[in-house]
């Protein structure tokens, strides 16, 4: 009987065996999928994929065409069915664009493949501050999708990308901005250039090739927007158009002219600082126009020329006791190219705030206003563009008729912070007061009190300012208010408030968020309690976490039950003011602090299919389980898992049959709650339960 078995399992074999070569004989042979010809270290790197019916005794031949007129001939022959790559090291790249193509052949030879050349890349300019490149096209007809990358290298100092141009451009404009030497003015720097095709399979590069460039382009001119006087500080703020076309801008140089031939450099914006105006305090004389002009300079110190001047306008006003009317006069704009076309008048009187009491014409500058009796008055004037800039004021020039009846308390109702560059300070006024000014001032830790500005009384109640030259996340500001009457005589000062600095840890050894903050000091009525408030990162607004009492300055939160959290937990502290004598009690806001935990990561090393632990998914907490993505890869570099679902784990098997038992590669990656991104990769081995 055993030997009727192994008779019929040989006829089996041979018969099978004649079927599959016969099938291979009569399959029609085809050529590789030629894919890139890229130019690497002065070689062609010829890169194809083997076609679906290669066989063992199939081999490759490789034709090359210099493009130069002979013809395509052949380079290699007899490459084995498997190879997927050739070097091609008898060439220069560098003199022209060149040809490839490949055929396969056996029993038979297959049509050849498609045509890709080398992408030759040119410089015709030289010795200018733009590099104009120009190059071949690696296919014929040229690529309908993908792109071309651009890729710099200066003196040897590194290539970098500079650009992008779809597959229809073969061209492409690099301005070198920066390029020079101080100390050569002549000086030519050596720059190479290199482009690349992406494509899924492989990247082509172009050859190398060098020009000798240096930056001789000037920023262009800087046009003031406007200059102006504010007429709350008396001080000039100038504002212009930023410069978008020069990335080595450096600075604007502002300069104040005081006459045709006297001038001071009064200021310098750094680029960096991203801000496109100047505030100007130090003027020696607020009574007279100012002129200013901003030069702008790049890193090789170039300017361009002198930009117009643009001059300020400055009011004053005159009163005589038994007069019923005001002198108001002011001196003209001077910039616009679009000129003037009409000047605004505003009033304030009695403090109650600037309304339009009158336009005029371009050309005048003086005017009489009736007043009443007893009053304040203050006044500025504005003039507005025949273009789109934003209008220019005088400073306010001010008159009181009478003498002002003076307030009876000024009390600073709280600090708060709005955020971290932002501190709101409320004062609490006696509004019975005419003509009352107040004195902001402000000490940063325990240094001296110093002036931000002052401000006129208003109907409302409380005054609010907003502090934004601050660090509220680590430094305690102590503010208080001075009053004045409307003949500017001091009256008194104001308690004294600071803002909240709020700190806080995190540690992961005992899953603890640590919190300290300072006291609020003070209130009248002081502080009745501190409310923790608390935000998880998946969370949009904050939420009481618990109130303590207004001695506490500390706090722990256990926070392991919200393993399952992003692992970011936000915190801020509200202190409640208890019951004072102006019957105003408020609040105040700490800066906000996110701390961070580190996210726990636990990744099995084998999975046992048919067995208890069939299936690989890792366990983890503290992660942003959205941004999650696992990959596995067999020894050959084949992707055969990937899923972005943190529950979805790998249960063994790759198109509908379990994977044999072998060590495969996963590459996992995930963010933190604060987006810091995490990658882990390691093996995992599979094996079959029983075997």
């Known amino acids: 009987m055993k030997k009727r078995v192994s008779i019929f399992r040989f006829w089996f074999i041979a018969i099978f065996t004649i079927t599959v070569a016969l099938s291979a004989k009569a399959q029609v042979l085809q050529p590789p999928n030629l894919l890139c010809a890229s130019v690497e270290n002065g070689d062609v790197v010829l890169t194809w994929v083997i076609p679906a019916n290669a066989q063992p005794s199939h081999m490759y031949r490789i034709q090359r065409d210099l493009n130069n007129g002979t013809g395509f001939i052949t380079i290699a022959d007899g490459l084995i069915y498997t190879s997927t790559i050739y070097t091609d090291g008898l060439v220069d790249p560098s003199a022209g664009s060149i040809s490839y193509r490949i055929q396969t052949y056996g029993s038979g030879s297959s049509a050849w493949s498609a045509k890709v050349s080398t992408i030759f890349l040119t410089l015709p300019n030289i010795g200018t501050s733009i590099a104009q490149l120009s190059w071949s096209a690696?296919?014929?007809?040229?690529?309908?999708?993908?792109?071309?990358?651009?890729?710099?290298?200066?003196?040897?100092?590194?290539?970098?990308?500079?650009?992008?141009?779809?597959?229809?451009?073969?061209?492409?404009?690099?301005?070198?901005?920066?390029?020079?030497?101080?100390?050569?003015?002549n000086r030519l720097f050596a720059v190479q250039y290199r482009v690349s095709y992406q494509r899924a399979e492989c990247?082509?590069?172009?050859?190398?090739?060098?020009?000798?460039?240096?930056?001789?382009?000037?920023?262009?001119?800087?046009?003031?927007?406007?200059?102006?006087?504010?007429?709350?500080?008396?001080?000039?703020?100038?504002?212009?158009?930023?410069?978008?076309?020069?990335?080595?801008?450096?600075?604007?140089?502002?300069?104040?002219?005081?006459?045709?031939?006297?001038?001071?450099?009064?200021?310098?914006?750094?680029?960096?600082?991203?801000?496109?105006?100047?505030?100007?305090?130090?003027?020696?004389?607020?009574?007279?126009?100012?002129?200013?002009?901003?030069?702008?300079?790049?890193?090789?110190?170039?300017?361009?020329?002198?930009?117009?001047?643009?001059?300020?306008?400055?009011?004053?006003?005159?009163?005589?006791?038994?007069?019923?009317?005001?002198?108001?006069?002011?001196?003209?704009?001077?910039?616009?190219?679009?000129?003037?076309?009409?000047?605004?008048?505003?009033?304030?009187?009695?403090?109650?705030?600037?309304?339009?009491?009158?336009?005029?014409?371009?050309?005048?500058?003086?005017?009489?206003?009736?007043?009443?009796p007893n009053s304040s008055y203050c006044f500025y004037v504005e003039a507005v563009s025949n273009g789109s800039q934003r209008p220019s004021t005088t400073n306010s020039t001010c008159v009181d008729t009478d003498y002002p009846e003076v307030i009876e308390f000024n009390y600073l109702n709280r600090v708060t912070t709005i955020e971290e560059k932002r501190i709101q300070i409320d004062l609490l006024q006696d509004i019975n007061g005419i003509g009352t000014t107040y004195e902001l001032l402000r000490a940063k830790g325990d240094d001296p009190f110093l002036s931000l500005g002052t401000y006129a009384e208003i109907n409302n109640p409380v005054i609010t300012v907003y502090d934004t030259d601050v660090n509220a996340s680590n430094t305690v500001y102590r503010y208080k208010w001075k009053a004045f009457d409307g003949c500017g005589a001091?009256?008194?000062?104001?308690?004294?408030?600071?803002?909240?600095?709020?700190?806080?840890?995190?540690?992961?050894?005992?899953?603890?968020?640590?919190?300290?903050?300072?006291?609020?000091?003070?209130?009248?009525?002081?502080?009745?309690?501190?409310?923790?408030?608390r935000k998880l990162g998946s969370e949009t607004d904050f939420s009481l976490?618990?109130?303590?009492?207004?001695?506490?300055?500390?706090?722990?939160?256990?926070?392991?039950?919200?393993?399952?959290?992003?692992?970011?937990?936000?915190?801020?502290?509200?202190?409640?003011?208890?019951?004072?004598?102006?019957?105003?009690?408020?609040?105040?806001?700490?800066?906000?602090?996110?701390?961070?935990?580190?996210?726990?990561?636990?990744?099995?090393?084998a999975i046992v299919l048919n067995g208890y632990n069939d299936v690989f998914k890792p366990v983890a907490g503290f992660i942003d389980f959205q941004s999650y993505e696992m990959e596995i890869y067999n020894k050959w570099g084949q992707r055969i898992f990937s899923t972005n679902d943190f529950e979805i784990g790998w249960d063994g098997f790759y198109k509908g049959n379990s994977v044999p038992p072998d060590y495969y590669r996963y590459i996992i990656v995930y963010r933190d709650g604060s987006g810091k991104s995490y990658v882990e990769q390691g093996v995992v081995y599979v094996t079959i339960a029983g075997q």
Request: aromatic share 12%; proline share 6%; net charge negative.
């Open 490 to 533: 001091e009256l008194a000062e104001s308690n004294t408030g600071k803002n909240i600095v709020l700190n806080g840890i995190t540690t992961s050894e005992n899953l603890i968020n640590s919190l300290q903050w300072t006291n609020y000091s003070t209130w009248d009525g002081g502080v009745d309690e501190y409310r923790i408030l």
């Open 203 to 372: 990247e082509m590069f172009s050859n190398p090739d060098t020009g000798n460039y240096k930056d001789e382009l000037p920023p262009g001119y800087t046009e003031i927007e406007t200059v102006s006087v504010d007429p709350l500080t008396g001080f000039c703020n100038i504002s212009w158009y930023p410069i978008t076309n020069a990335p080595d801008l450096t600075d604007y140089t502002i300069k104040e002219y005081f006459s045709a031939t006297e001038q001071e450099v009064i200021g310098v914006v750094y680029v960096y600082e991203g801000v496109n105006f100047w505030i100007f305090d130090e003027d020696d004389n607020l009574n007279d126009a100012t002129s200013f002009q901003i030069l702008a300079h790049d890193t090789c110190g170039q300017e361009l020329g002198l930009p117009p001047f643009y001059t300020t306008m400055r009011a004053s006003s005159s009163y005589q006791d038994c007069d019923q009317f005001i002198e108001l006069v002011w001196t003209k704009y001077i910039g616009w190219e679009e000129g003037v076309s009409a000047q605004n008048i505003y009033v304030n009187k009695d403090n109650a705030g600037y309304q339009l009491i009158e336009t005029v014409s371009a050309v005048e500058n003086a005017v009489q206003l009736e007043i009443e």
């Open 138 to 185: 690696p296919y014929d007809p040229p690529p309908a999708t993908g792109a071309y990358k651009i890729f710099r290298n200066i003196e040897g100092a590194g290539e970098i990308q500079v650009g992008t141009v779809p597959s229809s451009v073969t061209t492409y404009a690099d301005t070198l901005f920066g390029l020079c030497d101080q100390n050569d003015p």
């Open 545 to 605: 976490l618990t109130t303590l009492g207004p001695g506490e300055l500390g706090y722990e939160e256990d926070i392991e039950p919200f393993l399952l959290e992003e692992g970011e937990f936000c915190y801020k502290i509200l202190a409640v003011e208890g019951t004072n004598q102006y019957g105003s009690e408020t609040t105040s806001m700490s800066n906000e602090i996110c701390v961070t935990q580190q996210p726990l990561m636990w990744i099995p090393n």
